[in-house]
């Protein structure tokens, strides 16, 4: 399915409206507050797209209780920022969000990041299962620059990063690994997101040593004998696939990402590779997918009172 930039929800306020209103309410108005459905809808200049809940008295409008909670930007702003970010397959930067959406680079910046929040996947079902595998592998990004200031050499200077990708459904996940890279933290991702079942394929290191026999099997790929596929077939390509564009896009659209920020931009990657056209996702697909992960991910500049 494709998508022109100039269709009606990118472009009019009321039918920008009335799209996230059908997307967050497909079959009635559900009040955010206390879950009624006696609602009245409001209007005149003051109070257009307000609801009024007849149960707990309380006023809501289709932001409300969603990333886009107390926002200044209309609405056919927000969906066209995440109709862009989904479609591009190296991320888009807040400072072209900034030039095409016609806001100031700090308002770009934050609604890009409330975007990547909604990304945000649910990942309490395992990866994997009877039957299937899970391909394990780990990377290391940040302060490659050798004309920085701040630039050593060594991995430790580096932020490490845990992916997991499940090549039968293409789903992929990763994590930025705070606490430093070790087998105790590798395993404690690994057992909360693939189920025990599958078969783990990871390279020769050793922290996929112990925590492989957990799994139904363990499979080694010895890339230190240029060895890609071991003799079982089993290979780790699809996982590194992902750190391929993962770094692509970091390096080449996002320049620099603060560590503190960087899990969401692993939310934004994962997203987008999950939800690829390879497994039969487009761009309008996979937008509508990213506008229904909103509600629930408030992310404010300050905590609010």
């Given at each position: 399915?494709?998508?022109?930039?100039?269709?009606?929800?990118?472009?009019?306020?009321?039918?920008?409206?009335?799209?996230?209103?059908?997307?967050?309410?497909?079959?009635?108005?559900?009040?955010?507050?206390?879950?009624?459905?006696?609602?009245?809808?409001?209007?005149?200049?003051?109070?257009?797209?307000?609801?009024?809940?007849?149960?707990?008295?309380?006023?809501?409008?289709?932001?409300?209780?969603?990333?886009?909670?107390?926002?200044?930007?209309?609405?056919?702003?927000?969906?066209?920022?995440?109709?862009?970010?989904?479609?591009?397959?190296?991320?888009?930067?807040?400072?072209?969000?900034?030039?095409?959406?016609?806001?100031?680079?700090?308002?770009?910046?934050?609604?890009?990041?409330?975007?990547?929040?909604?990304?945000?996947?649910?990942?309490t079902a395992p990866?994997?299962?009877?039957?299937?595998?899970?391909?394990?592998?780990?990377?290391?990004?940040?302060?490659?620059?050798?004309?920085?200031?701040?630039?050593?050499?060594?991995?430790?200077?580096?932020?490490?990063?845990?992916?997991?990708?499940?090549?039968?459904?293409?789903?992929?996940?990763?994590?930025?690994?705070?606490?430093?890279?070790?087998?105790?933290?590798?395993?404690?991702?690994?057992?909360?997101?693939?189920?025990?079942?599958?078969?783990?394929?990871?390279?020769?290191?050793?922290?996929?040593?112990?925590?492989?026999?957990?799994?139904?099997?363990?499979?080694?790929?010895?890339?230190?004998a240029n060895e890609?596929?071991?003799?079982?077939?089993?290979?780790?390509?699809?996982?590194?696939?992902?750190?391929?564009?993962?770094?692509?896009?970091?390096?080449?659209?996002?320049?620099?990402?603060?560590?503190?920020?960087?899990?969401?931009?692993?939310?934004?990657?994962?997203?987008?590779?999950?939800?690829?056209?390879?497994?039969?996702?487009?761009?309008?697909?996979?937008?509508?997918?990213?506008?229904?992960?909103?509600?629930?991910?408030?992310?404010?500049?300050?905590?609010?009172?």
């Amino acid at each position: 399915m494709k998508s022109s930039l100039s269709a009606p929800q990118f472009t009019d306020e009321a039918a920008a409206i009335a799209h996230l209103e059908a997307s967050r309410w497909p079959v009635e108005v559900i009040c955010p507050h206390c879950g009624s459905d006696n609602l009245t809808r409001m209007g005149g200049k003051t109070q257009a797209g307000y609801f009024m809940c007849n149960g707990c008295r309380g006023k809501f409008t289709c932001r409300t209780g969603t990333v886009m909670e107390r926002s200044h930007i209309p609405v056919h702003k927000w969906l066209l920022a995440i109709h862009l970010i989904s479609s591009a397959k190296n991320g888009m930067s807040a400072h072209e969000l900034h030039r095409l959406l016609g806001v100031t680079y700090k308002s770009a910046w934050f609604l890009a990041h409330r975007i990547r929040a909604a990304m945000d996947a649910d990942k309490t079902a395992p990866m994997g299962g009877e039957g299937g595998q899970v391909q394990a592998d780990e990377t290391y990004y940040g302060n490659t620059s050798k004309r920085s200031k701040s630039y050593r050499k060594g991995l430790k200077r580096k932020a490490a990063v845990a992916g997991l990708v499940d090549p039968d459904t293409g789903e992929a996940r990763a994590f930025h690994m705070e606490l430093g890279v070790g087998a105790n933290v590798v395993r404690e991702i690994l057992v909360k997101n693939a189920s025990r079942k599958s078969t783990l394929v990871s390279d020769e290191s050793a922290l996929y040593k112990r925590v492989g026999d957990e799994f139904n099997a363990h499979e080694t790929v010895w890339h230190a004998a240029n060895e890609h596929v071991n003799k079982m077939g089993f290979t780790t390509n699809n996982v590194e696939n992902f750190f391929g564009v993962f770094k692509r896009g970091m390096r080449g659209t996002y320049i620099h990402c603060g560590e503190q920020h960087l899990q969401r931009y692993l939310n934004e990657f994962t997203f987008r590779y999950s939800n690829r056209s390879g497994l039969g996702v487009g761009d309008v697909e996979r937008a509508a997918l990213a506008l229904k992960g909103i509600e629930g991910k408030r992310l404010t500049y300050r905590r609010p009172h």
